[in-house]
């Protein structure tokens, strides 16, 4: 007999129905020193996460192919558990497209994660990034923080087929440019991938946008996947939201 989610977290039970987790990376965050891969991997089974999407904490500070590399060894490493986010940055504008291209040849990538560094995303430096996802039929994770989401009105209205993965919604207590958004857009969906909300930011969420527009990351292995689990386990929100959260909306964008 299955549980009410709550006692998942209450009895420490390996979470038996499907999990996405829809941001994490692989690497090490500047001097920091990360676990190893095997441990994410066992954290993964320890709490019941089927599926990771990952890009590499390297191709954000560092070489971004290099990082897309470490991104695709990882998912090869592990088939079916882990997938890639081919990485791309407004600071090489020139490498957008051709990496891109590059990724893609290999099969482990199903979606773009982009940062924004002082770029609007409706720049037009960044719009060969929406046609490829909108060609693959690929969602896109785009870095936000702190409710800063304006360029998503043009892009989101532009490019209806492209699903906008908002990382990080609510960071900064900025809850409502992200709610006001998502109601604006059905492509635009809130990644739940944060540790300081409030208590009752994800009821709100459901509430205001509905689960259909929300997906569920850890930052693992910066962060941790216990915490991020927890505050979708012990909200005040229906099951059935619940497991749409921590995996039925996601499963169905990367068609995983
Ligand atoms: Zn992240």
Redesign the pocket.
Known sequence: MSLPLIDYGRTGRTLDFPVFDA???VGNFTHVISPSLEKQVAEMDHVGVQVQMV?SIESIYGDISRGNDQAAAAAVRYPGRIFAYCQISARYPELIRSEMERCFRNPVFKGVKVYQVGVRYDDPLFTPVWEFARDRGVPVLA?TWGGDVKGFDKVAAAFPEVAFLA??AGSGFAYQPYVDMAKRHRNFYLDL?YSREHTNMIEYFVEQVGTGQMVW?T?VP?FSISQQVGKVLYARIPDEAKRAILGGTAFKLFKI
Do not use: C, I
Request: hydrophobic share 10%; no cysteine; net charge negative.
């Open positions: 941001h994490a990376h890009s870095h990382g990080h991938t990351g930052d910066t």
